[in-house]
């Protein structure tokens, strides 16, 4: 990850203040729409978790129809350290509240209406989840967001309305209640912890940018009239790729409205997109059969790749249940979720950065690879048009990857190949490419889309090439197996010449366990290879066990890898 994936918002907002980027030497740049330091460090925190609670919780319903009596809402459980616990288990900055849905309900104590906690059983009225979450994410360290829909049912403001009430007399007593509610829950929220996004859901039509302005001045806005960053346009947590773009025409932007739709590469202004999406497959809040519709590891794998892998923000809802906790099964989704990203690319095989139209990586031996990260340093534009990743396999440069859109960060897979450098080269850009991170690694076991099957049986464990320690054509290798055979059970070992004109012959081989040659039958070649072998671990595995394939190599001058995969 880049070192500012981890820096706190204080530390990104210091750091574009003092201009610590580093300015390309006598850039000849044309105008190129750049990010504010909020659009900045809003797009850094990568991974956003809303949550949404509402009365239609207690009802099973997405909309509010007020027909829970509020001496039923008593959260007896309710803990919003479990909310922000549960947010910095996969990594998310960033908490979106909402604080008042469709229905008209305020999570504070306010006092515009009588259908708030203030009515509810829940700590005799006195309670204030606004309040609470706002200290918790001081505590952790995270942002918070505020949702206010701009519409209230109770003042003939529907679904959809921007606030604006059916009834005209109506229009300037409700424009007063709503901008008293956006100054009392940003003034709540910001006593203990920054206000890093502010949500209308659609248009509002109450005009309330002083309020933000004074009370959120480092926010950024999702629709309205302020907006500053766009909606990705579905709620499926898909983003099209040739839409991926942070910039578009000024008179898009203007709407209040724009999508990921009007992207455009010639786009005057920025507005980087937000990819939302549920947990629940399509519902926003808890009832009980909605658990039965969570979605699974890989879709939401996929989420990211279509969102953070596009150089996009990742937005995933959760929802606590009518206790006030987000359910179990739920957490430990999101905990599965932030170490399976971390597994794929917390630690690459590699990385660089460079400026201008090449940045290569030597690998140093056949390394096997089959994912790239590319990431602009994107306060300075996006300015790369087009790139191609190649990998050299030991004759000639191979086409690993295309694509055109890099911005903050742009993660392409591809087929398992074994290269002994990469390289990044971009084909088009409108000004000196600044390429603040190129990485690679080898993800073992990943579907590229959730109906795929798994991809990438086999793992690298070694390798070998021409400046090993051989003694004249001989060369003995001790493979370490042991974080690879993590259990009883079958395994294949594969010997891939990638490099060399000479045969490749594998002699002596033998399977060592706790430093002790093994029995008969742990140890066996492959029926119909001659250059893989199966292995049978039969005994448990331990945390002190052992396992290693010495074998002596004939036949200088070649190179490879070592391969694994349980059968």
């Given at each position: 990850m880049p070192p500012s994936r981890l820096m706190p918002t204080c530390v990104i907002l210091l750091a574009v203040a003092m201009n610590l980027h580093?300015?390309?030497?006598?850039?000849?740049?044309?105008?190129?729409?750049?990010?504010?330091?909020?659009?900045?460090?809003?797009?850094e925190q990568e991974r956003i978790m809303f949550v949404c609670l509402d009365p239609c919780t207690w009802q099973g319903r997405e909309y509010d129809n007020h027909s829970t009596p509020l001496n039923q809402m008593k959260l007896p459980k309710l803990d919003t350290d479990q909310w922000c616990e549960t947010a910095l288990s996969w990594d998310a900055r960033e908490i979106l509240f909402v604080a008042k849905h469709t229905g008209g309900f305020c999570w504070w104590q306010t006092d515009t209406t009588d259908y708030c906690v203030k009515s509810i059983a829940w700590k005799n009225g006195q309670g204030d989840v606004l309040a609470e979450l706002a200290q918790s994410c001081g505590k952790y360290g995270l942002n918070l967001?505020?949702?206010?829909?701009?519409?209230?049912?109770?003042?003939?403001?529907?679904?959809?309305?921007?606030?604006?009430?059916?009834d005209p007399d109506k229009q300037e007593a409700?424009?007063?209640?709503?901008?008293?509610q956006w100054r009392e829950a940003l003034t709540i929220a910001s006593r203990h912890t920054r206000v890093n996004e502010v949500w209308f859901d659609g248009s509002c039509v109450i005009e309330v940018g002083d309020i933000i302005k004074k009370h959120a001045p480092h926010a950024v806005v999702f629709q309205g009239p302020y907006a500053s960053i766009r909606w990705v346009g579905n709620e499926r947590g898909r983003l099209d790729a040739v839409h991926a773009w942070s910039t578009l025409a000024t008179k898009d932007m203007e709407t209040g409205t724009s999508?990921?739709?009007?992207?455009?590469?010639?786009?005057?202004?920025?507005?980087?997109?937000?990819?939302?999406?549920?947990?629940?497959?399509?519902?926003?809040?808890?009832?009980?059969?909605?658990?039965?519709?969570?979605?699974?590891?890989?879709?939401?794998?996929?989420?990211?790749?279509?969102?953070?892998?596009?150089?996009?923000?990742?937005?995933?809802?959760?929802?606590p249940n009518t206790d006030g906790l987000i359910p179990a099964d739920d957490v430990r989704l999101y905990r599965a979720l932030g170490a399976e990203i971390a597994r794929r690319f917390d630690v690459p095989l590699a990385r660089a950065s460079g400026r201008g139209e090449t940045v290569e990586i030597p690998l140093g031996q056949p390394t096997m690879i089959n994912h790239a990260i590319v990431a602009e340093d994107y306060w300075f534009g996006e300015r790369i048009r087009a790139f191609t990743v190649e990998g050299w396999t030991g004759s000639a440069w191979q086409t690993l990857a295309e694509g055109t859109h890099v911005g903050r960060r742009r993660i392409v897979s591809f087929d398992d190949v074994v290269v002994s450098k990469v390289r990044l080269r971009v084909r088009a850009a409108v000004a000196?490419?600044?390429?603040?991170?190129?990485?690679?690694?080898?993800?073992?076991?990943?579907?590229?889309?959730?109906?795929?099957?798994?991809?990438?049986?086999?793992?690298?464990?070694?390798?070998?090439?021409?400046?090993?320690?051989?003694?004249?054509?001989r060369l003995t290798l001790a493979v370490d197996l042991t974080p690879f055979v993590t259990e009883a059970g079958?395994?294949?070992?594969?010997?891939?010449?990638?490099?060399?004109?000479?045969?490749?012959?594998?002699?002596?081989?033998?399977?060592?366990?706790?430093?002790?040659?093994?029995?008969?039958?742990?140890?066996?070649?492959?029926?119909?290879?001659?250059?893989?072998?199966?292995i049978n671990r039969m005994a448990v595995v331990t945390e002190d066990a052992d396992i290693r394939l010495r074998v002596t190599l004939v036949g200088r001058g070649t190179a490879g890898v070592i391969l694994i995969r349980r059968r």
């Amino acid at each position: 990850m880049p070192p500012s994936r981890l820096m706190p918002t204080c530390v990104i907002l210091l750091a574009v203040a003092m201009n610590l980027h580093a300015a390309p030497a006598q850039d000849t740049a044309p105008f190129l729409p750049t990010p504010t330091p909020a659009q900045y460090a809003w797009h850094e925190q990568e991974r956003i978790m809303f949550v949404c609670l509402d009365p239609c919780t207690w009802q099973g319903r997405e909309y509010d129809n007020h027909s829970t009596p509020l001496n039923q809402m008593k959260l007896p459980k309710l803990d919003t350290d479990q909310w922000c616990e549960t947010a910095l288990s996969w990594d998310a900055r960033e908490i979106l509240f909402v604080a008042k849905h469709t229905g008209g309900f305020c999570w504070w104590q306010t006092d515009t209406t009588d259908y708030c906690v203030k009515s509810i059983a829940w700590k005799n009225g006195q309670g204030d989840v606004l309040a609470e979450l706002a200290q918790s994410c001081g505590k952790y360290g995270l942002n918070l967001g505020i949702y206010v829909y701009p519409g209230d049912e109770s003042w003939g403001a529907g679904i959809g309305s921007g606030g604006k009430t059916r009834d005209p007399d109506k229009q300037e007593a409700y424009n007063r209640v709503f901008r008293q509610q956006w100054r009392e829950a940003l003034t709540i929220a910001s006593r203990h912890t920054r206000v890093n996004e502010v949500w209308f859901d659609g248009s509002c039509v109450i005009e309330v940018g002083d309020i933000i302005k004074k009370h959120a001045p480092h926010a950024v806005v999702f629709q309205g009239p302020y907006a500053s960053i766009r909606w990705v346009g579905n709620e499926r947590g898909r983003l099209d790729a040739v839409h991926a773009w942070s910039t578009l025409a000024t008179k898009d932007m203007e709407t209040g409205t724009s999508t990921s739709h009007h992207s455009s590469a010639a786009g005057d202004i920025w507005a980087p997109l937000e990819v939302n999406t549920t947990l629940y497959d399509h519902h926003w809040f808890w009832a009980p059969a909605n658990e039965a519709k969570r979605k699974s590891l890989d879709e939401l794998m996929y989420v990211y790749y279509q969102s953070v892998g596009q150089g996009a923000v990742m937005l995933l809802n959760s929802t606590p249940n009518t206790d006030g906790l987000i359910p179990a099964d739920d957490v430990r989704l999101y905990r599965a979720l932030g170490a399976e990203i971390a597994r794929r690319f917390d630690v690459p095989l590699a990385r660089a950065s460079g400026r201008g139209e090449t940045v290569e990586i030597p690998l140093g031996q056949p390394t096997m690879i089959n994912h790239a990260i590319v990431a602009e340093d994107y306060w300075f534009g996006e300015r790369i048009r087009a790139f191609t990743v190649e990998g050299w396999t030991g004759s000639a440069w191979q086409t690993l990857a295309e694509g055109t859109h890099v911005g903050r960060r742009r993660i392409v897979s591809f087929d398992d190949v074994v290269v002994s450098k990469v390289r990044l080269r971009v084909r088009a850009a409108v000004a000196e490419p600044l390429v603040r991170e190129f990485a690679v690694f080898h993800v073992g076991s990943f579907r590229p889309t959730p109906d795929e099957p798994l991809r990438s049986p086999w793992v690298q464990c070694g390798a070998w090439n021409g400046e090993d320690a051989w003694e004249e054509d001989r060369l003995t290798l001790a493979v370490d197996l042991t974080p690879f055979v993590t259990e009883a059970g079958q395994w294949q070992v594969q010997f891939r010449k990638v490099a060399g004109a000479g045969d490749l012959v594998i002699q002596d081989e033998v399977l060592l366990q706790a430093s002790q040659a093994s029995g008969p039958g742990a140890l066996r070649r492959a029926a119909d290879r001659t250059d893989m072998f199966d292995i049978n671990r039969m005994a448990v595995v331990t945390e002190d066990a052992d396992i290693r394939l010495r074998v002596t190599l004939v036949g200088r001058g070649t190179a490879g890898v070592i391969l694994i995969r349980r059968r």
